[in-house]
């Protein structure tokens, strides 16, 4: 799996969008793009991926370069209920159904009132 | 909303004794996992099971941890024989044949003295 690269921090004003960026300059034409979080003290979230198109849920949007070396992961309106670690993954999605995450160290967001 | 779930919250053991963690997945996935992560430290994989065997397993998961799924919702992590080491948020995870995401149950802290 493609290594990731992530800001260890960054901080966000209640109601604005927050952009978290994430280089991923050596990923490979069969891996995808994910995102977790972490609230405190509870466990792993997922939140969107994609492979290639810019996809959006009810969570957040994710923008994928068109050379896919990077992406940005939106949290449209952040509330003080999204302050977490969020973790990039790049990975291939293999044997159907099965997900091994691996997490890096992510990027702690800290919504500020 | 289906969730996974783990019981028990919190377990205090003594080191050298044994622990079982207990986890409910969610009811029609197929692969299981254990994650573990020590307090300030990134969420590792231990283990995963599909078709009531280990599909994968990390250097952590050694002789001293073992999985079972006893009937068809429970899915346990034993630890024979505690270490101080062992201290963790231990995290169960599922996921299902066409499902991209993993769900995470909310963890069991483990304080081994």
């Known amino acids: 799996d493609a290594k990731t690269t992530q800001p260890p921090s960054m901080d966000c004003a209640e109601g604005r969008a927050a952009n978290l960026p994430c280089n991923h300059s050596?990923?490979?034409?069969?891996?995808?793009v994910y995102w977790y979080r972490q609230i405190h003290s509870q466990g792993p979230q997922y939140i969107i991926h994609g492979l290639k198109n810019n996809e959006t849920n009810e969570m957040a949007s994710l923008i994928i370069t068109e050379d896919r070396k990077s992406s940005t992961l939106i949290l449209p309106h952040a509330t003080l209920r999204d302050t977490a670690v969020y973790y990039c993954i790049v990975r291939v999605d293999r044997n159907g159904g099965y997900q091994k995450v691996t997490f890096g160290t992510g990027t702690k967001l800290q919504v500020i009132p | 909303e289906p969730e996974v779930t783990q019981t028990p919250s919190h377990q205090v053991t003594q080191m050298g004794q044994e622990v079982i963690l207990r986890c409910v997945p969610i009811?029609?996935?197929?692969?299981f996992y254990w994650y573990r992560q020590i307090l300030g430290q990134k969420v590792e994989f231990l283990v995963s099971f599909y078709n009531n065997e280990i599909s994968e397993k990390s250097e952590i998961f050694d002789d001293q941890f073992s999985v079972e799924r006893p009937d068809g919702s429970n899915f346990t992590l034993k630890i024979r024989s505690t270490k101080l080491e062992d201290s963790a948020m231990y995290f169960c995870?599922?996921?299902?044949?066409?499902?991209?995401?993993?769900?995470f149950g909310p963890g069991t802290r483990l304080t081994v003295l």
């Open positions: 009811s029609n996935h197929l692969y």
């Open positions: 050596t990923i490979s034409g069969n891996e995808y």
């Open positions: 995870a599922s996921g299902g044949q066409t499902y991209n995401e993993q769900f």
